[in-house]
């Protein structure tokens, strides 16, 4: 699981920092997610390796503007593109569809490929064999939704030693005891795989919040994640102006997944003020949430993250 | 007048030509005015010196997304900038209120300052003191604008020598004779103003055409223009192309211009065919119009042309 930051500013485009965008991609297969979709998200995409026509699912955290505005010219440029005939699936709090009814109408826009709307609530919002999607609420005035990418659970190592002394001849058997299978040897020897493989293994887990106040429901969604992207609006001597705009500091975002016992935090959505022709100061604010939480990183535009697995014991 | 061209390519952005977006600029006001607002446009603004803080009316020239999807980004972002408290107007065709309606209540923006949409129809738009806007149906199949932009006619020139010769004492009398009034001299003789003017001054005029096919009512509007700006989407080997869509080729956009008796002409609207990694065939564009209207001009993003007056008998 790889994340590419498209846009991590706040609120308005700066020129270092696009309004917010984020894609992930998978391992194994070619498909491209994106969570928010700010204005200018299109033109992000086609400065960066990300392929739109692979696109196949994008989740909004809420409808303000800079998280949602770049949505309609994306899936237009999409349509007009060659081979990008798959379809696209948005998740999203209410009103989305009817914005993009509303767009998709006035503007007769017929998209060439199969394109759904999905109202999301709380809880699961897209499950496939590989990995499932669940949101929370979040705390912005507004329905406002984090979303956890869990990849599912992996069978457990198999051991071809212990199989070799047992007398297992290397080859298709090794195949058919890794997937979990009872085997008969040559000599009426009954084998079961399942005991020759680990226990099974845990999948990787991706949060990905919108904006957000404090909310246990960010700890709960975040719990044991391998990584947790929050915003961190602003610096937290600017608590005052987090509080009024129900945002957070880059300290509340440390303790957040430092509560949750996350792996790693990735700071985003950040505002515009930190940096200016003077100076900038965002070293300040990574140090400020590394204190509470030290494997934390600032996002930059186009700054790719990869989600590793965890390491296993042997 | 000047014109700063922020989006110059067709449909999609590419990494050259974002989508369309045209801001005209006057000698004496500092206000801005925009012809259409693609996604983007607010980033090409803050890439330029021009302010969204001046930005006073926007004409939208047809509701396909290249032409208007950026309006909401733009609108929401001047609304969080410091000083942007003066009135915006937008203006475009029957949908457009409905879209920002729409826009504005899913997103829960509520704009800082005074903001309406103004439906337009053929026939005049707006008008002050100074300018005149009126608009022409064009040929695109959706209801697509064109929109003039007149300067009003000004006084003639005060010529102070004759004035002097009458003797007039130059001072603030001269100030009275430049705007038509008479005055009586100290030796009782009554001097008329205007005769001492020459004939009123034709203001400049500049047109700006949205997405057209061939239609007399783009001649009509551009008739005797200072500039035109016309789409020029296709190379005219590729007319077939433009017959479908209802694009101009270069050709044709040159021909609308010739026949319109225009001064010059700006050529935008351009497809990301002609420009690619293997070579550009722009200049194949452009030769294409000059050998029909050899005064054209090929518009680049951030391009900006001075809209001069014309030379004048003395």
Redo the contacts between chains.
């Keep these: 699981m790889r994340l590419t930051f498209l846009g991590t500013g706040a ?5 270092t920092r ?2 917010t965008g984020l894609a992930l991609q998978f391992d194994q297969r070619r498909a491209l997610w994106l969570f928010d979709c ?3 998200t ?2 992000q995409i ?2 960066s390796p990300l392929r739109l026509s692979q696109l196949e699912r994008v989740f909004i955290t809420h ?4 998280h ?3 949505l ?2 994306l899936l ?2 999409r349509s ?1 593109q060659e081979g990008s005939d798959s379809p696209v699936t948005l998740y999203g709090p209410a ?2 569809d ?2 993009m009814r ?2 998709l109408s ?4 017929r998209l060439r490929y199969p394109f759904t709307v999905e109202t999301v609530k709380p809880g699961k919002v897209y499950e496939d064999d590989e990995y499932a999607v669940t949101c929370a609420p979040l705390a912005h005035g ?1 329905e406002c939704y984090g979303y956890a990418v869990q990849e599912k659970e992996r069978p457990g190592r198999f051991d071809p030693e212990r199989a070799k002394a047992l007398g297992v001849p290397p080859g298709p058997l090794f195949g058919r005891l890794k997937n979990g299978a009872t085997i008969t040897l040559p000599d009426g020897r009954a084998v079961d795989g399942r005991a020759l493989t680990g226990p099974t293994r845990p999948g990787r887990r991706a949060v990905v919040c919108g904006d957000t106040y404090v909310t246990p429901n960010t700890v709960a969604l975040a719990r044991d994640a391998d990584v947790l992207v929050h915003e961190a609006t602003y610096l937290h001597e600017d608590k005052p102006l987090a509080d009024r705009a129900l945002h957070s500091t880059a300290a509340m975002a440390a303790q957040a997944a430092r509560d949750a016992n996350a792996r790693a935090l990735i700071l985003t959505h950040i505002s515009p003020r930190y940096e200016s022709v003077t100076g900038s100061r965002l070293p300040e604010l990574l140090a400020e949430a590394q204190a509470l939480f030290p494997n934390t990183y600032l996002a930059q535009d186009f700054w790719a993250y990869d989600v590793s697995r965890r390491e296993t014991s042997p």
Tied chains: 1, 2.
Excluded: K
């Design positions: 609120a308005t485009p700066s020129r696009n309004v700010g204005e200018g299109q033109h086609l400065r409808l303000h503007g800079d949602f505005f770049g309609l010219g237009a440029s007009l009103g989305l009817e914005f509303c767009a006035v503007s007769r826009m507004i």
